[in-house]
């Protein structure tokens, strides 16, 4: 039951209007994901309420978890999240500021402005803000004394990597899953926590080449990870961490993982939106929630931003900009480096105008509809609003690179998640009149490189995209856009998508996906490949770029052997015959070529 202090406000204002609230209270994924996030119920009690059927009995049981287990401080968060869904629960939250109202003044003044009690000022004195020379896309900082709480779950990560297992188990090695929203900075702590072990991972990738399996008769690669295990395990004593980013179950990795393999020098990290679970007998799992930032995490990281842009601030002014971001860290970061970018640019902008311009566009702008009950969409139209203002302050820019930023990020839209520079520099023809005009305007010798990079730093001021400096790629740097941002520009950009594919796909210079070097040997580079059958898969909505197209510029070929099988499906029968892709995907990508010329297909 609740503490006898609750049952004189919060208990008593469920008790008195239970039956007016069940009716009244709609459960919505937003209202939900609003009171996970600030810990007024467990993400078990929302597994368990997803299960309800109808919203009647689902309000019910909230109602219940609320009387029983909250306190009087958790008013304010409870109205917040209500008032955030205030369309839908307009007259629940009326119920709960009169029974505030008929309480004393100084309880109806503390709960009578919910949002004012979330902001707790914080302290962030300007020798605590300690400058960076580079603010990682999603800056997920590293262990140290000012971020305790996840310090702490770092530590707990790492020792569970390196617990021994029972070798009698079909999963006899460290097994670990990182799940969360996305946004929440799974990846990042990944990163953070693999370790390089001096080119290991390309030395075991030219081993496999030289072993001739990287074109293996197997679709499922199954060969080819049985015999990446054995030369991970070749390289005892030295420990290798292995990560697989992103999935989806553990269904879809079972196959890939040394299972029933003597190994003692492999552990595995998986990261995942929903909680990776094994069956039982298999072995064991260690599962770890990644969460928001903690308040004094995201104080800590906005002032460390602002700094870097000698932005002077209140404690206050963070601590509104922590309440109003939800402690999201690709949310958070982004709004930070949008004040930061704008002033750099010479004018004058606040948290108080970026918060008010934030609330003004989202008035405005229409994010498409999702699920019901998708948990993570209220943050993700934050997002669709912070990433919005900042390709609308590009725009504005009278910066000479503005506009080849702006085409970088419209194209990267389309491709993986690590950005193919060489596909922009190479063959895009808007991108190749974009530099024209920059040298023209700049009056300096630059090279094409060169021109670039400059648009890209435009670029990461704004936390739309990530650089990292990296020897192996040809140009010496590594561009990422991040997952969540890549799909929000998607959707912001939605209305000319064909538009911007067409130009990707029809420039003069588009690339075949093979090619001879001067020796006259075959000659593969990555841009050739997963980023060409990436393009395609999106170009694969649109019939009219297929026809006019694919035939003469696509692969159907390398779309198969990376895996775009619904795409596959979907152009086969955009150009003919409906039984063609059961027919494709039952042959190998190396003989499809041969195979795609003798069909009788119908094609235009």
Partial sequence: MASSQSEGILEKTIKENFTELRNALAVSGNLLSCLEQNKIITDEKVASLGKIDGNGNKAEALLKILRDSRTDSDIPVIMKALSDDISSNSKVLKIFEQSMAAGS????????????????????????????????????????????GRTKF?????????????????IGFPLVDLHGLGGHGKTQTAQSIA??????????????????????????????ASKFYDSIASKSPNKILVIFDNVEGFQE??????????VDNIAVLLTSVEKITIAIGMGEIDTYKVDILGEDEASELVGKILKVGSIVCTKS???????????????????????????????????????????????????????????????????????????DKLQESKDVYAPMAIHFIEGCAYFHNECPIDYFLNHVTTFKQDIEQVLIEVFVPLKPMEVLTNAIRLLSRFSLINTTPDKKYEFGIKVEIHRLVQATVRLIQKYKERDLLEELI?????????????????????????????????????????????????????MIYYGFFNEVRKIVELLGEKESARKILQVEPKDFDSMFLETDWDLP
């Fill in 105 to 148: 003044q100084l309880r109806h003044d503390h709960f009578t402005n919910p949002i004012t009690c979330l902001r707790r000022e914080t302290d962030c004195k300007a020798e605590n803000f300690a400058q960076i020379p580079q603010i990682p896309f999603l800056p997920f900082p590293k262990p140290d004394k000012n971020f305790t």
């Fill in 154 to 170: 770092m530590d707990d990560v790492i020792s569970a990597l390196q617990l021994s297992k029972n070798p009698s188990h079909q």
């Fill in 195 to 224: 370790e390089q072990q001096a080119g290991i991972i390309e030395k075991i990738t030219r081993e496999l080449k030289n072993q001739g399996i990287k074109h293996l008769p197997e679709n499922d690669g199954i060969l080819l």
């Fill in 253 to 262: 990795v079972e196959k890939y993982l040394p299972v029933n393999r003597n």
């Fill in 317 to 391: 002014e963070v601590s509104l900009l922590v309440a109003e971001s939800g402690r999201i860290p690709v949310t958070l970061c982004i709004m930070a480096r949008i004040i930061v970018s704008v002033n750099m640019g010479g004018s004058t902008y606040s948290i108080t105008k970026l918060l008010q311009e934030m609330k003004d566009k989202s008035k405005l702008l229409r994010y498409p509809s999702g699920p019901k009950h998708n948990l993570d969409l209220q943050y993700k139209k934050s997002l669709y609003t912070c990433v919005k203002i900042a390709l």
């Fill in 506 to 558: 029809c420039c003069k210079d588009y690339p075949k996906f093979k090619s001879l070097d001067q020796g006259g040997k075959l000659k593969e580079t990555y841009f050739l490949s997963h980023p060409t059958a990436i393009l395609w898969s999106h170009a694969s909505n649109h019939e009219d770029l297929i026809r006019k197209y694919f035939i003469e510029r696509g692969s159907l070929s390398n």
